[in-house]
């Protein structure tokens, strides 16, 4: 049977859903939430933002149902053309493409995805705008998706001079920047360098909300500009009736409010994405696939060589060898003849909420059953593919770039 890339395929984290999350949701009146969110949302939002050192007022943030309709309304409050990165994730270019304004990609530096090469940005903004075309808004992220890489403050900070050069307003989309690998890599926002002229996007399905959940955040500049674009965006929120369940909105403030049974599910969900990631790394290299290694997030964007066999290509045999779907490089923006594929890692950890609550749970979750032997069936689908005989081991325990 054949498998379908659902539109705006996003990894799954592979978590269970957290039983604080169910207790609040129940325990909510019905109804709905006003379009931006309420009060008590906001308020959790700001405490939220405040904690990674973006002191943010009510009136700088907005709730919505998922980070979609939050970019739509982003986009539409801002008027002219959206600039990308290339890749970029999956759901962003159709939601751009929706506005029917042109979307200009930059290649990433080859060092980190996520982030356009400054160069190239400046460039792109200079030929687009000789041709008539109006880019006003760059949308980046310095944690990746889809390659799971982390931008180096150097780069980040390249790239925003660049934008601010060119009169580009950022929306940094910060949905994967909680769940870093490892405690020595060093994560920083472009609202920390341009804090007038970014907005800043998370989409907590990543973290701290059931992935099927869909509720996202943005905070704006605290300038009048900013206000401005907050008002607007919330009424293009109001136009599309983009607004949240007040049992979901209700649940929210409180897991955003992090107390610590929520902080302790977090941080474990974090020590498993950084011990399956890396053993997963290990296991596509070691079958003949290049890969960076991940440094964030929960998946991995390798190029498996293989005779004949392009992006869409990749796709439908490792889709259909693994019994889940495995996008190629095409649905990111990139060149359909690179063979390149995401593989979400998330998927390792089990099928169910019990599986997936045991390697959540494990002191060593490489030797749980089923995930070790989900590595195994990886490596032998990329083996398959490149035709490279696995590295004996290659998704063991012994590397020191899998500690915490």
């Known amino acids: 049977?054949?498998?379908?890339?659902?539109?705006?395929?996003?990894?799954?984290p592979g978590l269970p859903v957290p039983a604080y999350w169910d207790a609040h949701l129940a325990a909510a009146t019905s109804g709905s939430e006003e379009a931006g969110g309420g009060p008590r949302l906001l308020e959790a939002a700001c405490g939220y933002f405040t904690r990674r050192g973006l002191w943010s007022g009510p009136g700088q943030v907005v709730a919505a149902p998922g980070a979609e309709p939050?970019?739509?309304?982003?986009?539409?409050?801002?008027?002219?053309?959206p600039v990308l990165a290339r890749p970029a994730p999956a759901w962003q270019p159709p939601v751009a493409a929706l506005l029917g304004r042109p979307v200009h990609a930059v290649p990433s530096a080859p060092e980190g995805g996520g982030v356009p090469d400054p160069i190239a940005l400046l460039e792109t903004v200079r030929r687009a705008r000789a041709e008539g075309a109006d880019p006003r808004l760059l949308v980046l992220s310095a944690a990746d998706?889809?390659?799971?890489?982390?931008?180096a403050p150097e780069l980040l900070h390249e790239t925003c001079e660049a934008a601010a050069e060119a009169g580009l307003q950022i929306v940094s989309d910060e949905t994967y920047s909680d769940t870093l690998h490892h405690r020595d890599t060093v994560?920083?926002?472009?609202?920390?360098?341009?804090?007038?002229?970014?907005?800043?996007l998370t989409d907590l399905g990543a973290t701290l909300v059931p992935s099927g959940v869909p509720v996202a955040l943005a905070r704006f500049p605290a300038t009048a500009h900013g206000t401005a674009w907050r008002q607007r965006t919330a009424a293009a929120l109001a136009a599309l009736r983009g607004v949240l369940p007040a049992p979901v909105a209700a649940a929210a403030a409180y897991v955003l409010a992090e107390p610590a049974e929520v902080t302790g599910f977090t941080a474990a969900a974090?020590?498993?994405?950084?011990?399956?990631?890396?053993?997963a790394h290990r296991t596509v290299t070691g079958a003949g696939g290049v890969c960076r290694p991940p440094k964030a997030g929960f998946q991995l964007y390798p190029r498996l060589d293989a005779a004949g066999l392009d992006a869409p290509a990749l796709e439908?045999?490792?889709?259909?060898?693994l019994g889940r779907t495995v996008p190629g490089g095409h649905r990111f923006?990139?060149?359909?003849?690179?063979?390149?594929?995401?593989?979400?890692?998330?998927a390792l950890h089990g099928r169910t909420d019990r599986e997936r609550r045991t390697a959540l749970t494990a002191?060593?979750?490489?030797?749980?059953?089923?995930?070790?032997?989900?590595?195994?069936?990886?490596?032998?689908?990329?083996?398959?593919?490149?035709?490279?005989?696995?590295?004996?081991?290659?998704?063991?325990?012994?590397?020191?770039?899998?500690?915490?």
């Open 1 to 12: 049977m054949a498998i379908c890339v659902p539109y705006g395929g996003r990894p799954d």
């Open 70 to 81: 939050l970019l739509l309304a982003l986009l539409a409050a801002t008027g002219g053309d």
């Open 145 to 151: 998706d889809p390659t799971g890489t982390v931008t």
């Open 187 to 200: 994560l920083l926002s472009p609202a920390e360098m341009l804090p007038d002229h970014t907005a800043v």
């Open 270 to 279: 974090n020590r498993l994405h950084a011990r399956v990631a890396a053993a």
């Open 316 to 321: 439908a045999r490792l889709s259909a060898a």
């Open 333 to 346: 923006g990139d060149d359909p003849a690179e063979p390149r594929v995401r593989i979400g890692t998330g």
């Open 363 to 404: 002191a060593d979750p490489l030797a749980v059953p089923h995930v070790a032997e989900a590595l195994a069936a990886l490596g032998a689908a990329v083996s398959a593919l490149t035709g490279t005989v696995e590295v004996s081991g290659s998704a063991g325990v012994g590397s020191r770039g899998d500690r915490r």
